[in-house]
């Protein structure tokens, strides 16, 4: 019997509407050791579906098209080191948006967009606050 889903997949996954999904699955795969899966192709040349594996989770995206405008995206991703990754992110061509900080919470948080239009917050949880 089919399953429902593909395997190992998980039952949710984000689905995010980009103008460059491909410089987004080209930085997640550089950035975060990101596993691409299934890409399909419009008659456009641009990715219509694509999905790409980052630890447990699937990402989804497609390109924008008349009609389905590329849309704002937020990812929180937890990393051991976010210093480094923060720095990483920044060498592969990221835009700062907030260098990591410790707040009144555990965790140390900085966030950075990627070339496809991504904005990841990257935090690793210290001691308690």
Known sequence: MTSYKPEAYPDISPYMVLDDPEAAMR???????????????????RIQHGEIRI?????MMGASV???PA????????????????????QLGAQAVQEPARKDEPDKRG?????????????TQMEEA
């Open 66 to 68: 008349p009609g389905w």
């Open 71 to 90: 849309q704002a995206v937020n990812l929180h991703y937890y990393v051991p080191d976010v210093d480094s990754a923060y720095a990483r992110a920044l």
């Open 27 to 45: 930085f997640i795969e550089a950035m975060f050791g990101g596993q691409r899966l299934r890409v399909f192709m419009g008659d456009d040349g």
């Open 55 to 59: 630890g447990a989770a699937v990402l």
């Open 111 to 123: 966030g950075f967009q990627d070339p496809g239009g991504i904005v990841w917050w990257v935090s």
